[in-house]
Structure formats: C-alpha cells, structure tokens
T-cell receptor, first 114, second 115 residues
Framework: LAKTTQPISMDSYEGQEVNITCSHN???????ITWYQQFPSQGPRFIIQ???TKVTNEVASLFIPADRKSSTLSLPRVSLSDTAVYYC???????????????FGSGTQLTVLP | KAGVTQTPRYLIKTRGQQVTLSCSPI?????VSWYQQTPGQGLQFLFE???????NKGNFPGRFSGRQFSNSRSEMNVSTLELGDSALYLC??????????????FGDGTRLSIL
C-alpha cells in the first residue's frame, strides 16, 4: 500500500497561494495521485489528478517531481470558502483483480483567514 | 445530472441492532465503493462493487457486508452494531474500474450513531 503523509493543518490568508505537500515514498509504477477536498458534513469532492510532472485545471495545479515520491497541490489565491480538509490519494489505475486498497492520507485541514 | 445519493442522511441505532444503508450512484456509473469515516481513523475503505460483484474489500469484520443490484444501486449492511461503528459512511461511484485515474464521486454520507 502506498502510504501517504500530509501536514495536519495549514493556515493562510485570503488571496494567497497555498501549497500542500503529500509524501508517498513507496508509490508504485502504476499509481496515480489524486486530491480531494472535503467540507464538514459533506462527501469528498475531486479536485485534480496526475501521474507525473504538472497538471493544471480551473481550480488547482498538481506538481509531481520526477521520482514521484511526493506531490504538491497548489491552490491559487485562496478564499474563505476554500477552508476545508484536503486529502491526498494514491492508488493503482486498474484495481480489477488486485488486492490493493485505495489509501487516503490523513488529510490537511486548511484554514483561510480574512 | 444528479449526484450520488445516500439514504438516510442520519440514523440512530442501539448496540446489537443491524442497519442497512443505501446508495444510488450517478447514472451510468457501474462501480460503487463504500468508506467509513471517523475522527480517529480517518477515511477507511470498506469494499467496492462492480457489476453486482464485490471486487475489493478492506480490513473490516464480516459484520460489514454489501451488495449491488443490476441498476448499480448498492446497499451496505452492518449487523450486531457496536459503539465503535458510529461514523460517517460514504458511498462513491465511478464510471468503471475503481482505479485512481477515474475520479470517484462521493455522496454526502449517512451519519450513523450507535447508542
């Protein structure tokens, strides 16, 4: 299992860029990296996914170095509504027949301050 | 397009009882996974169903079981409830295989409280 490690919490101010790093030292060749956001009393919401280098969408960027042993979620110009728990997920692309389970990191509580 | 729907949203049971939770995936999604979320253990994978067959199973006792119907709707059952089963149970669906390259779409969960 690709165990992940994230900071427990982070604070930021509105308008700043926030970078959350996830460590996954034993990531497998076929593993993808996915980040989710979760608000209280709601299910996690998909943010972004990548395999290597850099991926960008309308809400975030994901940076993955060549060794893929870590990844960084970058949120540009955060607002108060970005206050949430962010989870890093590492898992195989195809799990059919595989005994591997998808592993969620401990999550990072991001608090955006005014 | 409707999202993943879980019912009921809240449930209170007592020790020893059993409970059934329901999940309706996004239309067209064939894979349904269940997770347990608690403050102490975080998000833990229970099991995944695809085309009515359990494909993956997490490290939970046999009291936790599930099934999937031909319309991809899924139910999860917990028998002989224990206080430690109090948690938020989340259901997630995806198009096909339960791989990390196909994002899961989560419901808002069922909050189960055991008295």
């Amino acid at each position: 299992l690709a165990k992940t490690t994230q900071p427990i919490s982070m604070d930021s101010y509105e308008g700043q860029e926030v970078n959350i790093t996830c460590s996954h030292n034993n990531i497998a060749t076929n593993d993808y990296i996915t980040w989710y956001q979760q608000f209280p009393s709601q299910g996690p919401r998909f943010i972004i996914q990548g395999y290597k280098t850099k991926v960008t969408n309308e809400v975030a960027s994901l940076f993955i170095p060549a060794d893929r042993k870590s990844s960084t979620l970058s949120l540009p110009r955060v607002s108060l509504s970005d206050t949430a728990v962010y989870y890093c997920l590492v898992g195989p692309r195809f799990s059919s027949g595989s005994a591997r389970q998808l592993t969620f990191g401990s999550g990072t509580q991001l608090t955006v301050l005014p | 397009k409707a999202g993943v729907t879980q019912t009921p949203r809240y449930l209170i049971k007592t020790r020893g009882q059993q409970v059934t939770l329901s999940c309706s995936p996004i239309s067209g999604h064939r894979s349904v996974s269940w997770y347990q979320q608690t403050p102490g253990q975080g998000l833990q994978f229970l099991f995944e169903y695809f085309s009515e067959t359990q494909r993956n199973k997490g490290n939970f006792p046999g009291r936790f079981s599930g099934r999937q119907f031909s319309n991809s709707r899924s139910e999860m059952n917990v028998s002989t409830l224990e206080l430690g089963d109090s948690a938020l149970y989340l259901c997630a669906s995806s198009l096909g295989s339960q791989g990390a390259d196909q994002p899961q779409h989560f419901g808002d969960g069922t909050r189960l409280s055991i008295l």
